[in-house]
């Protein structure tokens, strides 16, 4: 590949560089992307609502195969310059290529005809190299206002090296594509990647490894260097909650520091307390004997009538028992909540869910929950995402289902109110994990948890069995048969002996 000091600019007409970094050409308005009518309205619509948007810094192409002899390729100075320097008689001109990007279309709706992609144009390059066919771009392109990106969809970005037609008859010649799925540019990330052409004619394919030892074959490769940046608006939801964060955060630390200033004058005294805790602990812990011997006695000799009053009034117990086990587990959540707002907490729970928030943020799905890039994942999308797809993960996550489920029969009559909020919940989870094979499972799931007194039915974990139960019963025959095997040749061989 050409090395960036040795280009030259070509005596093409004279260009100007933009105060954006792109590159303006005395081109014809129907080659530049900025001039058209359906920019300017991308750009007017961009304007008035913000929408995903990408920049494409064209850097170069490289080693481009010769072009060959063409009648409908006219070279003017419109499109070529010559070889080396000066405009002399008899010196030959060398094409000079665009780089053209191809769109599809992203908004077209469910059933209507696709519409034509979207083009956009390059100008012609700034630099050329000497002897190779490689060109210097370094032309950044906006393509605002993408709307429906659907960047799990599998969308595909075409670049085309093209040498543009002359006047009005003759054609574009294509010297080569490249496709880049925009799935895996992720919002925010500036990819600077060099991509391998695959070239159009027959003089160089870069599909496969075959080289054919004729003058037709060119060995090298030809590649286009780009550097892409995808941007995005915040959804709607996720950028309120985002707005709400802030604010909460700043009141907790508002008042973390209100309260750690109050008590200020008392910490040397709550400092000697501690110390003097800690230095007659010792001590202490001898005249704590004298009361634990007597509370140890009665306490084993009431366990029998206490243990009998419980069993009897057990109906009874339980639902206050559930309560309390409630209340408690609503304030040690609402007291962690507390902790982990404080500027410590955040710290150590942000370096504890980092890799899992950035491993999320890094998939296509993330990205399309978090972004405006499309229609909003599905919650079975997003569960089918974030469970676990190995046989015994699997089993635990539907043992936990089932008893979450069952759960509502600790408090009676009561628990069916919280069936009509996990039904729904219940259901979207066992549709993640066994729709495929099982796609009747998920009215099953959903009718055991809304009617009453149903719940014993384990629907996540017969799922479990029907999907893995016949591998893991075949599996074990076998296992069982060359264990059988071995014991009875093991046998005759004793015998022989």
């Known amino acids: ?273 501690s110390t003097f805790l800690t230095s007659t602990s010792g001590g202490m812990n001898r005249y704590l004997l004298i009361p634990a011997v007597p509370a140890a006695v009665a306490i084993a000799a009431s366990f029998p009538l206490v243990a009998g009053i419980f069993v009897v009034g057990f109906p009874i117990f339980l639902p206050l028992l559930t309560f309390f086990l409630l209340f408690l587990f609503l304030g040690s959540l609402l007291g962690t909540t507390l902790l982990l707002s404080t500027r410590h907490g955040r710290r150590k729970f942000t370096h504890s869910v980092n890799p899992l928030v950035t491993a999320f943020m890094a998939s296509p799905l993330g990205q399309q929950f978090v972004f405006e890039t499309g229609p909003r994942p599905s919650p079975v999308q997003l569960a089918d995402h974030l469970l676990p797809t190995s046989i015994w993960h699997k089993l635990g996550v539907s043992l936990a289902i089932d008893f979450v489920g069952s759960c509502s029969y600790l408090i009676p009559a009561a628990g069916e109110v919280f069936d009509l909020a996990w039904a729904p919940a219940q259901t979207v989870l066992v549709m993640a994990m066994y729709d495929k094979e099982m796609p009747y499972l998920k009215y099953v799931s959903f009718a055991e948890e809304i009617l009453p007194f149903t719940d014993i039915i384990p629907t996540a974990s017969l799922g479990w069995c029907r999907e893995f139960l016949p591998t893991l019963v075949k599996g074990g025959g076998a296992r069982l048969g060359e264990v059988v095997g071995q014991y009875g040749k093991g046998g005759k061989g004793k015998g022989r002996n």
């Not at 499109?79 to 191809?102: E, T």
């Not at 074959?217 to 996720?238: G, N, Q, W, Y």
Request: proline share 10%; glycine share 8%; aromatic share 4%.
């Open 1 to 273: 590949m050409a090395s960036p000091s040795s280009y030259r600019s070509p005596s093409s007409p004279s260009r100007h560089h933009t105060p954006g970094g792109g590159v303006s050409s005395p081109l014809p308005s129907s080659t530049s992307c900025f001039s058209s009518p359906a920019a300017s309205a991308a750009a007017a619509s961009a304007a008035a609502a913000p929408a995903a948007s990408l920049k494409i810094k064209v850097v170069g192409v490289y080693d481009l195969p010769p072009l060959p002899p063409s009648a409908s390729l006219v070279l003017t100075s419109t499109n070529s310059s010559p070889a080396k320097g000066g405009s002399g008689v008899g010196v030959s001109p060398v094409p000079l290529p665009i780089v053209r990007v191809s769109l599809p279309s992203l908004e077209a709706p469910n059933g209507a005809p696709q519409r034509p992609p979207k083009v956009f144009s390059t100008s012609l390059p700034t630099s050329r190299h000497p002897t190779r066919s490689s060109f210097r771009y370094d032309e950044t392109l906006t393509l605002s206002n993408l709307g429906n990106l659907n960047l799990g969809g599998g969308h595909r970005m075409v670049l085309s090296v093209v040498i543009p037609k002359s006047g009005e008859g003759g054609e574009d010649f294509v010297l080569g594509t490249v496709a880049v799925k925009l799935g895996e540019l992720g919002v925010g990330k500036e990819v600077d990647h060099l991509f391998t052409i695959d070239v159009s004619n027959n003089s160089i394919n870069n599909n496969n490894n075959n080289n054919n030892n004729n003058n037709n074959t060119c060995k090298t490769v030809s590649t286009i260097r780009l550097k892409l940046h995808l941007t995005a608006p915040l959804r709607a939801e996720v950028a309120s909650l985002k707005a709400f964060s802030a604010i909460y955060f700043a009141a907790v630390d508002t008042l973390t520091d209100a309260l750690s200033s109050k008590l200020q004058p008392l910490q040397p005294s709550i400092s000697r307390a």
